[in-house]
């Protein structure tokens, strides 16, 4: 209660003083594009409507950005240092400065992409045919309640690893050594296993987002259309690949495109599950690592230049989809 | 529990040998906890759990008295948090970190109050012995205070199934070998090792390939060694990777569960094997805080006791590696005055040491204020046997060279075959890492 006391001061101006100050701007640009001639007026009028954007846009991204631009060319003391920065990091191919993180960061684009898609995609088309579909999607949703945290905690005791003359409690090797009579594996520090181990926790934690937003586009295909396809004689296969599929397309892209960036600054379940040891070290890890415990803000912002290099493609990719698939409508 | 009495002896909580030999008696005692009343001091530190409830403990009568309230905020990874306040101008008023390493970057950056006429010094003087004052002086200003140390190279062993299987603590290096053959003739395991620690994975094994370090070449090549004018490639060096390998033998073979479960295992389970019944391990390797981790119910002195580390050359016996809780002021308001002078009494870090797992900084601290036999051992043992005391050489390297430190460890301990790429490898860090 006392807080809440506390609190009013603030209550106060979040509900009246911020509404009315976009009010008073509102209300003041408008008299201000009043005072021009009428021909000016739509010229001018827009800039004020996006001017607020703008500013916050500068303020909190593109500056920032410049600035991770002039840090990466810089030493740890401000001295200007070339591109000696991105030499320690992409020098020594193929195991030394970043290169193992960029190799973990192609499998992860590659593996965790396809398989989400894959996944969701069957996923959203089989429980379509389901009368206890919405139940069923409920459950594969669930995982994205979790923090990616918690999810890669509790994979982590999955994953975990006993010697072979201890009980095993971890999951998988307790299957691997009851059911199958196998030495239990080092799932998370066998370099032969351990990414893919970490993209399978990942993949089970995205795949009902994806699931959800390609049922959603599978619902939005006329019944019509596939009503006349089977008229025409086309089994539920063929539906599928040349109805169905093509359709969602546009979804199918929008959604890897947003995996491919997921997949990119993957960090969290790295992180948390072996922070980066054994081989399965990513660029937002690498980057994190050199920052706060290495005390090179120099390499890492290199590290976010070139991860913000291997994403620019990608976004370009999804804008382009983006506005095609609004022309479309 | 047999509890042996001790006279009411004053520990000193390192070395011997170096306590300040003059010191300025007379000066006024002034109120531990100040003037002040009321108000809050923020602090940031790594203790959760069982350790958090024993900070809370020593907090307790401090707020009683004062009135002032301690916010205490617990992160592992306090690297990032207080690098990331610290640059944006939001530093905590205290922190408290397991290691100098980060609180000695900020002391170059300026970052940190000088405690010079904070901490009553003539009284630190005297209840400090001058390794501690030493280590927390940057650049001729006192920056850091110590509460509470662990010391390293201790290897505990159960005393039961020692007795009974005829095994004695060893003396030296070689006894020590010796006993190792023995245990594998007789189909035991010699060691538990286990090394993983999050990010931080690798400092455990670097522990023990440091203490064998400090008792290889001595405390001068130690020092030129963190301070990186000692190559990593270089013989003395390297001697105390082999020796290393030599515990762990070939392919970690001297070692429960191998590589696999060393990489694999959080460094607070070491224990677990050895108290399992048959024994998974003879010994194991660790500081004096691994005892709050092992399981409740081992009793110190019967179920867990420990011998230190023999060294390599009789020339450095007694000298040991530690490491201790370091204090470091970002604002200087006067409860965080308080707050910092409160936990230099001796009154304050008995608290923390009667509840177990730590040792007292402060040398007024009774030997009989520790809780068992084997903790009382600990402090006595730092008073009389204790020659050199030298800091953790990994918290005394640079971030980048430390963290190069631990994955070389994990890389050894996976492939000891590899152990002159590694330490290539850990040279061309140390050419970079010390520039900066």
Not at chain 1, 67 to 74: A, D, E, N
């Amino acid at each position: 209660m006392d807080l809440l006391i506390q609190d009013v001061p603030t209550l106060v101006f979040v509900v009246v003083a911020v509404p009315a100050v976009l009010a008073i701007y509102i209300v003041g640009t408008e008299y201000l594009v009043r005072l021009l001639p009428d021909k000016q007026r739509p010229r001018v009028r827009p800039w004020f409507w996006v001017g607020p954007a703008l500013v916050f846009v500068t303020a909190f991204l593109v500056l920032p950005a410049l600035g991770t631009v002039v840090t990466s060319f810089q030493d740890h003391d401000g001295n200007f240092i070339g591109l000696l920065n991105y030499q320690r990091q992409l020098g020594d191919f193929p195991t030394g400065g970043a290169w193992i993180a960029i190799r973990n960061n192609v499998y992860w684009l590659i593996l965790y992409t396809l398989f989400v898609l894959f996944f969701g995609l069957i996923l959203a088309v089989l429980f379509d045919r389901v009368r206890y579909e919405s139940i069923v999607k409920s459950f594969i949703f669930m995982p994205m309640a979790i923090s990616s945290v918690a999810l890669a905690v509790i994979w982590g005791f999955m994953y975990s690893y006993q010697p072979a003359d201890a009980p095993q409690t971890g999951t998988l090797n307790f299957i691997v050594v009851n059911v199958f009579h196998q030495a239990p594996k080092t799932w998370l520090s066998d370099p032969t296993v351990n990414n893919f181990a970490l993209i399978a926790a990942a993949i089970w934690g995205i795949t009902g987002f994806a699931m959800v937003i390609l049922s959603a586009a599978l619902k939005g295909i006329p019944g019509e259309l596939l009503e006349a396809a089977r008229v025409d004689g086309a089994g539920e296969l063929t539906i599928f690949r040349r109805v169905i599929f093509p359709l969602m397309m546009p979804t199918v892209v929008v959604v890897g495109t947003t995996l491919v960036i997921f997949a990119l600054k993957a960090f969290d379940v790295v992180y948390v599950m072996t922070a980066g040891n054994f081989q399965t070290d990513v660029l937002a890890n690498r980057m994190y690592k050199l920052l706060y415990q290495s005390d090179n803000p120099g390499g890492a912002s290199a590290v976010a230049i070139i991860l913000l290099i291997a994403v620019v493609p990608v976004l370009i990719f999804n804008l382009r989809q983006f506005r095609a698939v609004e022309a479309r409508r | 529990m047999r509890l042996i009495r001790f006279t009411r002896i004053p520990v000193i909580a390192a070395v011997a040998a170096l306590v300040a030999g003059a010191c300025a008696p007379g000066a006024s005692n002034p109120n531990p906890t100040g003037a002040v009343h009321g108000g809050s001091v923020s602090v940031i530190g790594v203790w959760s759990g069982g350790e958090l409830d024993s900070f809370n403990a020593v907090i307790a009568p401090f707020t009683q008295q004062t009135g002032i309230t301690v916010n205490f905020e617990a992160s592992r990874d306090q690297d990032a948090i207080l690098t990331t306040r610290v640059a944006a101008g939001n530093p905590p008023d205290l922190a408290a970190a397991p290691s100098p390493t980060l609180l000695t970057r900020f002391a170059n950056q300026r970052k940190l109050v000088p405690l010079d006429n904070i901490v009553d010094m003539n009284k630190m003087k005297q209840d400090y012995a001058k390794t501690w004052i030493d280590q927390g002086t940057v650049n001729g200003h006192l920056v850091q205070i110590f509460s509470w140390a662990s010391i390293k190279g201790f290897i505990w062993y159960n005393p039961k199934v020692w007795t009974a299987k005829g095994y004695t603590p060893p003396k030296t290096w070689g006894d020590l070998i010796n006993l190792q053959t023995k245990m594998k003739s007789n189909g035991d395991t010699p060691w538990c090792v286990t090394v993983n620690s999050g990010a931080a994975t690798g400092w455990p094994g670097s522990d023990i390939q440091k203490e064998i370090a400090l008792g290889q070449v001595g405390p001068a090549v130690y020092d030129k060694w963190w301070q990186g004018k000692q190559k990593w490639t270089s013989p003395e060096i390297k001697g105390a990777w082999q020796s290393f390998g030599q515990l762990l033998g070939a392919n970690d073979a001297n070692v429960y569960g191998g590589a696999n479960y060393i990489v694999n295992t959080d460094f607070g389970k070491v224990g677990d094997p050895m108290f399992q019944n048959p024994p998974k391990c003879m010994m194991l390797n660790q500081a004096s805080f691994i005892t709050s981790f092992f399981p409740k119910s081992a009793v110190a002195g019967q179920d867990y006791d420990y011998f230190t580390m023999p060294s390599q050359n009789s020339a450095n016996e007694g000298d040991r590696v530690g490491a201790a809780d370091a204090w470091s002021m970002f604002h200087d308001t006067p409860q965080a005055r308080a707050l910092l002078n409160y936990l230099l009494t001796p009154e304050a870090q008995e608290v923390w040491v009667k509840r177990g797992g730590k040792i007292a900084v402060n040398n007024k601290v009774p030997v009989n204020d520790y809780p068992d036999s084997v903790s009382q051992k600990i402090a006595k043992d730092l008073v009389n046997n204790t020659k050199v005391l030298k800091y953790d050489a990994g918290d005394l390297m640079p971030s980048d060279m430390k963290n190069a430190y631990w994955q070389a460890i994990v890389a050894f301990i996976q492939d000891q075959s590899k152990l002159d790429s590694i330490l290539a490898n850990l040279d061309k860090v140390q050419s970079s890492a010390y520039t900066s």
